[in-house]
């Protein structure tokens, strides 16, 4: 999935590094750079992004004032060499803080991270032709992707509730199934259920309520799913 980022900081040679870091990540596109936090952050209010590279300690304002002044926020990556305003900057739920000098591994887990909480935050909606076949009662049957309301692992067989529709059960681990869904629209969330991203409407007490008012289990293995999904809601 594309991410498309701008860069802010008062030292060229800090952009330049970032620019040359950007440039070794096919999905992460660099689409402006700015050394003057308010021509930044006028840029962020008329063309937003994904993701915001952005130094604390300027002249004119602070990156984290700067951060907290903007209505619609991206996923905000601080870049400094003060360590003192880490738990500031993560107050603003930055999703991460880069201290300079910034290694290539460091900033490169950090665009992964950004990635993973873009598609969290804007999954993308089943569209016509999205979809996926499946063998079931000796025949193979198309499955539409916006009909699919979870998957339910039931031992060497898993079972696909579909909206109006009986469910479909074909002999299948869910580890198969998993490597037939369109990469993005789905999270396993137990050993026994798979569920789309855009039907989950709240989680409480690792319990997930889909659009349909089914409730279910959140497994030890995927806790990590409930930090992400609550990253994912609008700031």
């Known amino acids: ?35 003057d936090a308010i021509s930044g952050a006028e840029y962020l209010r008329q063309y937003p992004v994904d993701v ?78 999205q979809h996926f076949f499946v063998r079931s009662e000796y025949r193979m049957i198309r499955i539409e992707c916006a009909q699919v309301q979870y998957i339910e692992g039931l031992e060497d067989y898993v079972k696909i509730h579909i909206d109006n529709e009986k469910p479909v059960l074909t002999l299948m681990t869910m580890k198969a199934i998993m490597e037939k869904l369109p990469a993005g629209l789905f999270r396993r969330i ?20 889909l659009d349909r008012g089914r409730e279910l289990p959140i497994s030890d293995s995927y806790l990590g799913f409930i930090q992400e999904w609550t990253q994912q809601k609008p700031l």
Do not use: W
Not at 15 to 27: D, F, G, Q, V
Not at 52 to 80: A, H, Q
């Open 190 to 209: 137990h050993r026994s259920y798979i569920i789309p991203l855009r039907r989950v409407k709240a989680i409480h007490n690792r319990k997930l309520l």
């Open 1 to 35: 999935m594309p991410i498309t980022s701008i860069a802010i900081d008062d030292e060229p040679l800090a952009l330049a590094l970032i620019s040359e870091y950007a440039a070794r990540i096919p999905e992460l596109s660099l689409v402006q750079t700015f050394e």
């Open 52 to 129: 915001l590279f952005i130094d604390i300690n300027m002249p004119d304002i602070t990156g984290i004032d700067l951060v907290r002044s903007l209505e619609k926020k991206p996923l905000t990556i601080f870049t400094t060499a003060y360590k003192q305003f880490a738990c500031e900057g993560f107050e603003l739920e930055a999703i991460d803080y880069l201290l300079k000098p910034i290694a290539f591994d460091r900033f490169s887990k950090a665009v992964q991270r950004a990635g993973s909480l873009k598609a969290f935050r804007y999954p993308a909606h089943p569209a016509t032709g």
